[in-house]
């Protein structure tokens, strides 16, 4: 009985509609290697044990090496390394257009007006220069000082060769001094025609045109492109390089078409007026600095970095700086937001104690004090970036934090001294910045000392678990009492934890810190996870490599939902960016049919497991409004147990959309909650009112 009832709920949760289709706890590349290092390997260990993967093999077998994963994310990878090529052109002085379109079939079009990939032969592959750049691993025009870019964004040489590896084919098209070149590869990028003249063309026409389509071998997830990922990748490239013309097409028969165009005069500037459109400005003047200082490479000769910073401040409490080097998101930061960082400090400090915005003796204000309510974008163009790692989410070239702190320092000093009225705005906000702080130091203190914050001493309304190990603990934080008792009893009391919440919690995007410290509820979680609070929190010392938010799957539950990952994302959000966040899915419906349950977690499967058992229409069911109306036995057994349970892992894939959305949904400003109910009120099937 207990067989037959697991099978039609793993069968449910096989047809469920993509929008809730669950993140793996794994991915199945990490499932295989698990089990190939569980193996035991062969006694026997020599030359012949040693593998040389030819060509583009290499790629193949380990594509997470090269684009991270063989999910959704790898497969938009794809778009961006052709993208990037083209945008190095532009960044060369020789692109004004890329055009990027999804076509029927889910294979992607890039063209680009550049100078056309060159289609003479390579000395040393014998190869002209396409098949080079399409079938070598690191080859390409981006490598020293002599190659063919002052500044790139791709400079491992790897782009268009993994494309090409992990594409079930791929056509180039060059358009290079009056002559059309055309080359097809397949088969994960097998020559089987060398390249060819097929045409003539106006020789002050080059360009390149790439259209491939991702193999369905490798992408086992999906090959679906997103045009809404495309579309706010794409606009976040023209802001970065003003003046560039990017055109996003959606031509496939089987959706809406859509076009649209990007083209940012302003560039940075016009992204901070973008990134803060829904938040109140204490100005509406966008402060920007920008220069370009020469620098010495290694071989003697001089070339310079380009730097330009656009800051612009709101009336909130949290900060957001994004950083970029040749286009390329510098997720972890690095030396340019260094040299940004000590010039506010100077700058701000300094100016602060002149004109007895500090008095004597008080101590300096922090870089804390000084971004809170700041929006900022810092972009570098360098010609011989070192970024930390292959996935280039750090700068580390050092000579950049001297570059940006000069740049930053003398430009913004001349703001301040130019626009006095403007100077005392700012400062004005920064020193409330650190009142606020010193009262929530104070209250934190405070409340430390009555045991609220006290991380050695659990709340008592915690039912933890008995491991002690992080890695397998998991902390379910449920909506209500009635709730937390049935998972209480139903749960594995050897890893899973039980945190009830009373009530919604504070919506701590509009609450000053002193309140959110007062929070009884918060104060609970900041407990129970360990790490403490921003910005002091330390994810290394949380109790809970899985947090999950369990609430009922109605609107009162959504709401709690988001005020949970609002404060997740404010205060604790290296637990969003390390993947520790995740999102129950109790079913919502139950069908009982001869002594045995059926569970459905939409209205889709629903209708499968009526099918399935051939049942009659106005056969009963049971439709759950809460978690509370479950047994400890079915709660276990639909949401909790991990051989059944679908879980949603919450990531960051763009901290800038994360920003606006949070500021949307739960900032002061109503209008974007009404504009964002208006445009998605059409999918909501089922409303409890």
């Not at 009659?616 to 276990?636: H, I, N, S, T, V």
């Amino acid at each position: 009985m207990e067989e037959e009832k697991k099978v039609v709920i793993e069968e449910a949760k096989a047809e469920a509609p993509a929008e809730v289709k669950p993140v793996p706890e794994v991915t199945i590349s990490e499932m295989n290697e698990e089990e190939v290092l569980l193996e035991k390997a062969d006694a026997k260990y020599d030359a012949g044990n040693i593998q040389v993967l030819e060509g583009l093999e290499a790629v193949r077998k380990r594509p997470g090496m090269y684009i991270g994963t063989t999910s959704s994310a790898g497969l938009h990878h794809l778009v961006w390394e052709i993208v990037d090529n083209a945008i190095d052109e532009a960044l060369a002085g020789y692109c004004t257009e890329v055009t990027v379109t999804i076509n029927t079939g889910n294979t992607i079009t890039v063209v680009d007006n550049g100078r056309g990939i060159p289609v003479d032969v390579v000395k040393k592959s014998g190869l002209s220069g396409v098949e080079t750049v399409y079938t070598v691993l690191h080859a390409g025009g981006k490598f020293g000082e002599g190659g063919g870019y002052k500044v790139s964004g791709g400079l491992h040489g790897v782009g268009a060769s993994v494309v090409n590896a992990l594409s079930k084919w791929c056509e180039v098209t060059v358009n290079k001094d009056g002559g059309v070149y055309y080359i097809k590869f397949e088969n994960g990028g097998k020559i089987n025609k060398h390249l060819e003249k097929i045409g003539t063309c106006d020789p002050n026409k080059n360009g390149t045109k790439v259209t491939f389509k991702p193999d369905p071998e490798i992408f086992t997830d999906t090959t679906e492109y997103s045009y809404d990922i495309i579309r706010d990748r794409m606009r976040q490239v023209a802001y970065l390089n003003r003046g560039i013309k990017i055109v996003v097409v959606d031509a496939r028969e089987d959706h809406e078409p859509r076009r649209e165009e990007f083209c940012f005069k302003g560039g940075i500037k016009e992204y901070v007026l973008f990134i803060n459109a829904h938040k109140t400005k204490l100005f509406d003047e966008v402060l920007y600095c920008e220069g370009s200082v020469p620098i010495t490479l290694e071989s003697g000769s001089t070339a310079h970095v380009y730097a330009e910073i656009a800051m612009q401040y709101d009336d909130g409490y949290s900060s957001n700086i994004y950083s970029f080097c040749n286009n390329v998101h510098t997720h972890e930061g690095g030396m340019h937001e260094t040299g940004f960082r000590d010039a506010m400090r100077r700058v701000v400090n300094n100016y602060a104690r002149e004109y007895k915005f500090l008095k004597d003796g008080e101590d300096d204000l922090t870089y804390e004090d000084i971004v809170e309510g700041l929006t900022c974008v810092i972009s570098v163009k360098h010609p011989n970036p070192q970024f930390e790692g292959q996935t280039k989410t750090k700068l580390g070239n050092s000579e950049v934090r001297k570059i940006v702190s000069g740049i930053v320092g003398e430009q913004l000093n001349r703001f301040f001294l130019e626009d006095p009225k403007l100077a005392r705005t700012i400062m004005e906000k920064i020193v409330m910045a650190a009142n606020a702080r010193m009262a929530a130091r104070k209250a934190r203190e405070d409340i430390r000392r009555k045991g609220a914050l006290d991380l050695t001493t659990l709340p008592g309304k915690l039912a933890d678990c008995s491991s002690k190990n992080p890695e397998e603990c998991e902390l379910y934080i449920v909506e209500g009492n009635s709730a937390g008792g049935s998972a209480k009893n139903g749960r594995n009391r050897e890893t899973q934890a039980i945190l009830p919440l009373r009530g919604k919690i504070l919506n701590v995007e509009k609450a000053q810190a002193k309140r959110i410290f007062a929070n009884a509820e918060i104060g609970n979680m900041i407990t129970a996870i360990g790490g403490g609070i921003d910005p002091e929190f330390d994810v290394s010392k949380i109790r809970y490599h899985k947090i999950v938010i369990m609430t009922d799957a109605d609107v009162d539950g959504s709401h709690i939902r988001i005020l949970l990952l609002t404060f997740f994302y404010r205060f604790m959000r290296p637990l969003i960016n390390e993947g520790y966040i995740y999102i129950a899915q109790p079913p919502l419906y139950k069908v009982e049919y001869h002594g045995k349950q059926y569970y459905a977690y939409n209205d889709d499967q629903l209708e499968l497991i009526k099918k399935k058992l051939n049942l009659k229409p106005g056969y009963p069911f049971q439709r759950y409004k809460g978690l509370g109306e479950m047994d400890a036995e079915q709660l276990w057994e639909t949401t909790m147990d991990p051989t059944n349970r679908k879980m949603l892992r919450v990531t960051l894939e763009d901290a800038i959309k994360a920003e606006q959305i949070f500021t949307d949904l739960m900032g002061d400003n109503v209008d974007p909650r009404k504009e964002f109910i208006h445009e998605n009120a059409k999918f909501v099937k089922n409303l409890d009112i």
